[in-house]
Nanobody, 126 residues
Framework: QVQLVESGGGLVQAGGSLRLSCAAS????????MGWFRQAPGKEREFVAA????????NYADSVKGRFTISRDNAKNTVYLQMNSLKPADTAVYYC???????????????????WGQGTQVTVSS
């Protein structure tokens, strides 16, 4: 079992930056592929970014490429999402997710992920 706790959300002006963190419990973090998803009001939860167990492979949604960076620190059992040049369209609840399957890194499918955090709110004002 893996428990995930997100932090770092908040209110920021357009063009600003935020860094989200996701702390994972358990001793298997270094063998788990990690991802970030987001869900805006009235919309489906959508893929944002994913990272492999070692951090050597990453994948991003087209809407965030060049602005967001996913990274991980296996010694700290933590995955990060650095968000720059934020836009009002980035406003959403951001969820951290963990997957045993390596397919998760190359797929934007929610069903591949085994564990989910509770989410953290990100609001970008115009």
């Amino acid at each position: 079992q893996v428990q995930l706790v997100e932090s770092g959300g908040g209110l920021v002006q357009a063009g600003g930056s935020l860094r989200l963190s996701c702390a994972a419990s358990g001793r298997t973090f270094s063998r788990i592929n990690m991802g970030w998803f987001r869900q805006a009001p009235g919309k489906e939860r959508e893929f944002v970014a994913a990272i492999s167990t070692s951090g050597s492979s990453t994948n991003y949604a087209d809407s965030v490429k060049g602005r967001f960076t996913i990274s991980r620190d296996n010694a700290k059992n933590t995955v990060y999402l650095q968000m720059n040049s934020l836009k009002p369209a980035d406003t959403a609840v951001y969820y951290c997710a963990a997957a045993h399957s390596t397919w998760a890194v190359h797929s934007s499918t929610r069903g591949v992920y085994d564990y989910w955090g509770q989410g953290t709110q990100v609001t970008v004002s115009s």
